[in-house]
């Protein structure tokens, strides 16, 4: 089956600068790329995603590149403000699940 | 758009009583309904995957006779732990797929089960 790894754990950044989270899966079958953000005691909410056919997709401050053949994909924040802090999952879609990462927990010290 | 929601959002039962979680798309149909569960301070694992008027297929290690699941419309779906004791204590959380064919899970904003 698949198996998702995300770096880093924590990710500690100053307002206003840039985050990266990376994540590497196992799967070539894995054709389905989204990432999560979830604050405290809530659902995780879809932030973007990316799909194997393309390399990379931006959405005004956050994007996420792929790169099938080394089976990376990250997502990249700009301008990180303190409302970006929160734990951000990447997962893999195989065929109609997902598998998660084990997460990162990204603060914006401000 | 794509709105999933949850009830009840915190419920505490006790041991070896059943509780039974929501989880309802509010302006979608949905597909396909997943159900996972969130230790503290780690992922998402998901439990079943379940379609309207289908048995649920559980993930393997997840007791289907402990986690019931029915997905009765299209629009809503339903996980009852039975007989719970404090290990079944967590945070549970649906997604679901719209009728669409896209790949996008829609996150329910969880319900935190604690069992005394």
């Known amino acids: 089956g698949e198996n998702v790894e995300q770096h880093p754990s924590t990710l500690s950044v100053q307002e206003g600068d840039s985050a990266v989270i990376k994540c590497t899966y196992s799967?070539?079958?894995?054709?389905?790329f989204p990432w999560y953000k979830q604050e405290l005691g809530k659902g995780p909410q879809l932030i973007i995603d990316i799909r194997s056919n393309v390399g990379e997709k931006k959405d005004q401050r956050i994007a996420v590149t792929l790169n099938k053949t080394a089976k990376h994909f990250s997502l990249h924040i700009t301008e990180t403000q303190p409302e970006d802090s929160a734990v951000y999952f990447c997962a893999a879609g195989y065929g109609n699940k997902l598998v998660f990462g084990a997460g990162t927990i990204l603060r914006v010290k401000s | 758009g794509a709105v999933v929601s949850q009830h009840p959002s915190r419920v505490i039962c006790k041991s070896g009583t059943s509780v039974k979680i929501e989880c309802r798309s509010l302006d979608f149909q949905a597909t396909t309904m997943f159900w996972y569960r969130q230790f503290p301070k780690q992922s998402l694992m998901l439990m079943a995957t379940s379609n309207e008027g289908s048995k649920a297929t559980y993930e393997q290690g997840v007791e289907k006779d402990k986690f019931l699941i029915n997905h009765a419309s299209l629009t809503l779906s339903t996980l009852t732990v039975t007989s719970a004791h404090p290990e079944d204590s967590s945070f549970y959380i649906c997604?679901?797929?719209?009728?669409?064919?896209?790949?996008?899970?829609?996150f329910g904003p969880g319900t935190r089960l604690t069992v005394t």
């Open positions: 799967d070539s079958a894995s054709n389905y």
């Open positions: 997604s679901a797929t719209g009728t669409s064919g896209g790949r996008e899970q829609y």
